[in-house]
C-alpha cells in the first residue's frame, strides 16, 4: 500500500507524544485472555478513501477487536433488512455502561442501539437468521475490505469470553423472552463470541471501515449502503460508540468512533479518511485511554472533524 505523506508526521507526533504519557488505563479484565495485555502497546493507522494506508507504533500487529466487529455487523444486516431493523433495536445513546441490563426491562426487551452488549446482540441474531453464519459473513467482509486474507478468529479469546459469558447469555434469554430473538441463546451467543474474537490490525481495520469514509461504497467499488444509511451508521456512531462516554468522545473527538475492549478506536472523517487506533489499556467505561488521547490529538493537529 502506497504510503500517505499527508498524515505521516502528524501520527509521529501523535505516537511520541503518547509515549511520553504515563498513565494508560488497565487491559480489560472481564475476558481472562484480555487481561494479560501490555497496556504500553500503541499503533495507529490511518487509511484514505484510495485504500492508501499509513501507520505508526505496533500498527500491522492483529489484537482483538471486540465491539468494533458491532459497526460492521450493524452495516451487513442493515444493507440486508434496511429500515426494519430498527423495530427491534433503538439507536439513542444509553447512558449506561456497555454491558448494562437495566433499561431492557423498562423498555420490553428492544435495546437503545446496537453498539451496547443487548442491542449487538440483536443484530448479530438478525444477521445470522439471513445468513446461516453471521460470524462467517463478517470475518469475509473484513477480510475483503482490509484485503487480508489472513484475518481470523483467535478461538482461545471466543473460549474466555464463552467462560466467563453469564451477562451477555443474561442479555440473550432476557431479550428472547420478549420474543427479540429468533435463533436459540446458545447458538447466538456462540455467533456473537466468535464475531468479538476476531485479530486484526489497525491497517487492516483502517482500511475495513473505508466504506464508512466513501459514503457506503466498499473496497471494489461496490455499494453496500446507500449514502443516506452510511450518513446514519456514522451518527449513530457519534452518539453511541463509546457507551456512556460518547458526550465526552464526541467532546474531545468530534468524529464517529466505535472503541472494543481490546483496546482498538476506529473513527470516520467522512469522506477524507479513517483511522484505528489500539492501545490495550482501558478507562473505567471500557475505552481505550491512549487511543482517545491520539484521536483527540489527531482531530486538534489536523483540524479534520465533523464539526
Ligand atoms: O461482549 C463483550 O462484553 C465483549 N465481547 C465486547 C465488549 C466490548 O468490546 C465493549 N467495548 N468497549
Redesign the pocket.
Known sequence: MAASTTFEPVLERIAEEVERTPGRGRP?G??PALAARDPRSFGMAVAEPDGSVYGVGDWRRPFSV???T?VFTLALDLAREGDALWEHVGREPSGNP??SLVQLEYEDGIPRNPFI?AG?LVVTDRLHTRTGDAAGELLAFLRAESGNPGLGFDVEVAAS?EAH?N??AALAHFMASYGNIDNPVPVLLDQ??RQ??VAASCADLALATGFLARHGIRADGTRLLSRSQAKQVNAVMLTCG??DAAGEFAYRVGLPGK????GGIIAVVPGRCTLCVWGPG?DE???SVAGVAALERFTTLTGLSVF
Open positions: 480489560a472481564y475476558i471486540q465491539s468494533i458491532k456497555f454491558n452488549n449487538a469470553e459469558g451477562r451477555n456473537y463470541f468479538c474474537s463509546t457507551y472503541s472494543g475492549v481490546g482501558l467505561r471500557g475505552n
